[in-house]
Nanobody, 124 residues
């Protein structure tokens, strides 16, 4: 079964930048919409951004628009995705997950392939 693996999380101060990466252990087949979600303690998993492997389409949550950039690359079936996070704020703190779906949607319930998550902590 294909798995996604995230990396790049850490502890930073407000205003700093981080770059998260997500790589697949194999081909994700028809799941060509990749996205980032985050979950803060005691809160539901929240949409951050999605991108299409087949088109240049991208979508961002309003809370990160203008600060975060999602990029995705599919070379020889080994896909990699990044999330460049600039001007980080304490409210960006959470576990960040990458995921893949067949659908162009924001709801995490539509994503069937997930990574294990990477912690991002932003101190004020």
């Amino acid at each position: 079964q294909v798995r996604l693996v995230e990396s790049g999380g850490g502890l930073v101060q407000a205003g700093d930048s981080l770059r998260l990466s997500c790589a697949a252990s194999g081909r994700t087949g028809s799941s060509d919409v990749w996205g980032w979600f985050r979950q803060a303690p005691g809160k539901e998993r929240q949409f951050v951004a999605i991108a299409s492997l087949r088109t240049s389409d991208k979508d961002y949550a309003d809370s990160v628009k203008g600060r975060f950039t999602i990029t995705i690359s599919g070379d020889n079936g080994k896909n990699t995705m990044w999330l460049q996070m600039n001007n980080l704020k304490p409210e960006d703190t959470g576990v960040y997950y990458c995921a893949a779906s067949e659908w162009w949607v924001r709801g995490p319930e539509w994503f069937g392939i997930w990574g294990q998550g990477t912690q991002v902590t932003v101190s004020s």
